[in-house]
């Protein structure tokens, strides 16, 4: 049993910064993998940023904007966002591929938070 609370959505202005935090609780033996997606009203939901092995992704629509960071002892993804833009609005998942204390791989998803950018 392994859950997700994201937090740090917020309706801003073009240009403004947001930090989302999200935090991973349970039968956690390994975090794998941790990131982001997005879904705007009306279209699919994507990859915004990852990060595993010491390595991160991004969506080159974010890239040089967003930065994704984590705390492992935490079990804690974070990702800054900066110069947000109105294309940036959607509801933000975080993701996480975890190793369970009693064996298995599992994929989980947050309930999403709210991020708004007005012109």
């Known amino acids: 049993q392994v859950q997700l609370v994201e937090s740090g959505g917020a309706l801003v202005q073009a240009g403004d910064s947001l930090r989302l935090s999200c935090v991973a609780s349970?039968?956690?033996?390994?975090?794998?993998?941790m990131g982001w997606h997005r879904q705007a009203p009306g279209k699919q939901r994507e990859l915004v940023a990852i990060?595993?092995?010491?390595?991160?992704n991004y969506a080159d629509s974010v890239k040089g904007r967003f930065t994704i960071s984590s705390e492992n002892a935490k079990n804690t993804v974070y990702l800054q966002m900066n110069s947000l833009k109105p294309e940036d609005t959607a509801v933000y998942y975080c993701?996480?591929?975890?190793?369970?204390?009693?064996?298995?791989?599992?994929?989980?998803w947050g309930q999403g938070t709210q991020v708004t950018v007005s012109s």
């Open positions: 990060t595993w092995g010491g390595r991160t």
């Open positions: 993701y996480l591929d975890a190793s369970l204390r009693l064996g298995g791989r599992r994929d989980y």
């Open positions: 349970g039968s956690i033996f390994s975090i794998n993998a």
